[in-house]
């Protein structure tokens, strides 16, 4: 009876059950008192955590593989976003830096150089801070991929042997 009540303790907090309603469940169940029935839940934690936090694996390493996987993602495509932003400004003031020969040419590059300069203004505006924010989210996404999910990480590293 007893290693059948602890394999069903075991597989009910490994599938995230409530402690408050498996506790509730064998009060009624086995006719124990709340303080017996809560001492015997922490008691069979206590003794199986091994095996409840391997049978939980696999959602939570989905759950730790995917913030890390979309923290990683939003962070190389802010960068992304800033090194293109950085290579139009290079590429923007380089066009302008060769030699006219007409004053109609001056003319048109002026007005050229002053639509890129409002439109490289606007970049500044809108692309320079979109970039940093994703960095940001995706930097938050890394740290909380990690440092939320530390055990499960270790519990990774272990299976794969690493």
Known sequence: ????????????LANHANRDELIFQLCNEHHMNWPDAEALVAAVENEHGNEISQRQ?????????????A???????GIFVLFAFWRTMQLDAGQFAQPTSSPAEKIINEGISQYNLANN???VVNAVPFAFQII??????MAASYFGMKQVWMDIFGFLGI
């Open 1 to 12: 009876m007893d290693d059948e009540l602890h394999a069903n303790i075991v597989r009910r």
């Open 57 to 69: 694996l696999p959602l939570r390493a989905f759950l730790a593989i995917g913030l890390m996987v």
């Open 71 to 77: 923290g990683v993602g939003m962070t190389a495509y």
């Open 121 to 123: 203004l606007m970049m």
């Open 136 to 141: 940001f989210f995706g930097a938050a996404l």
